[in-house]
């Protein structure tokens, strides 16, 4: 027989219960925006997968060899363009350069001299002819004045010369004085070092690895049995990166025409942004590639998709006596991606069903719910191409 403690706990417990239930009951309908199933004849499409590839990968090199003075990053760092990776012993060419300047000085005042020597040259050369138009002078003065004249025009010239030299020198050191200070080509992270500070390096040795950030490629690989509705067609491909529930517009690949004997495949690749800087090399990526045949399929807002552990599923809006509408959870099974919309397959939703698309979130099953708008006929981009 049950104590009257025990009684009374139960009767607390029930209470408390019938309270819950009560409160429920009397709590305000959540506002929702919903959208219709629809049965669509669309183009079927297949799940492929493939991985993401940075589209630059350097092995930044250096083209001034010498002993490695600074190294300011380490492996994992991102960098933009123009970052300073490693600096190199300048102190050997800022000595070679100081000297080329000063010959640089040299031949500007040689120069100076020359021109003067020319000057003077052209005067005794036009005094002589001068006299010898009246016969004041012989031939021989006159062709001594004229020979002298050619060879200062030729030490000028000299002159000249050795001091375009001198500049080209010197342009030449202060290249290689910058290319002491290796810059980051491009935005990216780097990866690996293959040397550190102290350590002399050659011309043309590799500093460290640098991988491109901000945008990848998605290569996924393609069966041969779906060429013909791919090569040569204008297709949209929707890619999306497993790991990270990532999701991109629809957009059009590059076909790589190049079939594998081994595995009968072939490659497209799709442009990615990575706007959040959460991408990397190597993750795996999930594309939907067309494959010409076309059927009846329903599809549902893509919005409208929950998840839980038994898989996934939607919110239908029902109508219940006495309750107004509410929310039944209804399992689905996903097809095949197109945008904004999926292909889907269920026995538990039809046609002109309303799911929630908008405030499912908050939801539970039988939760009350009021529509704020009504469904919306819009559809995917993806869906308007491959549809007939």
């Not at 500093?207 to 950030?213: K, Q, T, W």
Request: glycine share 6%.
């Amino acid at each position: 027989m049950m104590s009257s403690g025990k009684m009374s706990g139960s009767l607390v417990l029930l209470a408390v219960i019938m309270q819950g239930k009560q409160a429920i009951a009397q709590m305000p309908p959540s506002s929702v925006r919903i959208d219709e199933v629809r049965l669509e004849n669309v183009e079927e499409r297949r799940r492929v997968t493939g991985d993401l590839r940075a589209i630059a990968r350097s092995r930044v090199a250096t083209s001034e060899g010498g002993l490695v003075l600074t190294l300011p990053v380490v492996e994992g760092q991102l960098v933009k363009k123009g970052d300073v990776l490693a600096t190199i012993d300048s102190r050997r060419l800022n000595l070679m350069l100081l000297r080329v300047k000063a010959d640089e000085e040299v031949a500007k005042a040689t120069v100076a001299q020359r021109l003067v020597d020319v000057e003077v040259s052209q005067r005794d050369y036009d005094s002589i002819l001068s006299l010898s138009q009246r016969q004041a002078s012989n031939p021989k003065q006159l062709a001594d004045a004229q020979s002298k004249l050619r060879i200062e025009e030729a030490r000028r010239d000299q002159a000249q010369r050795q001091l375009e030299v001198n500049n080209a020198l010197a342009e030449l050191l202060e290249t290689r004085l910058l290319d002491t200070s290796i810059m980051a080509p491009f935005d990216g992270v780097v990866v690996r070092k293959h040397t550190e500070i102290g350590e002399w390096i050659g011309e043309g040795d590799v500093v460290l690895e640098l991988v491109a950030i901000g945008q990848y490629d998605a290569w996924l690989d393609i069966p041969q049995r779906l060429a013909s509705a791919i090569i040569g067609q204008d297709i949209m491909i929707q890619v999306s990166v497993e790991s990270h529930d990532c999701e991109f517009k629809p957009t059009k690949p590059r076909v790589i025409r190049l079939v594998d004997p081994t595995a009968r495949t072939f490659n497209i690749v799709v442009r990615l942004t990575d706007e959040d800087n959460t991408l990397a090399p190597g993750m795996a990526v999930i594309g939907w590639a067309p494959t010409g045949k076309h059927g009846e399929y329903l599809t549902i807002d893509k919005d409208g998709l929950m998840l839980n552990p038994e898989g996934y599923f939607v919110y239908i809006v029902r109508e219940m006596p006495e309750r107004g509408l509410v929310v039944m959870p209804a399992s689905v099974q996903i097809e095949f991606d197109m945008g904004p919309r999926l292909a889907v397959s269920s026995g538990s939703i039809h046609v002109g069903d309303r799911i929630v698309v908008e405030g499912n979130e908050r939801l539970y099953p039988t939760a009350p719910v009021s529509i704020t708008t009504p469904a919306t006929a819009g559809s995917s981009d993806l869906a308007e191409v491959s549809r007939k």
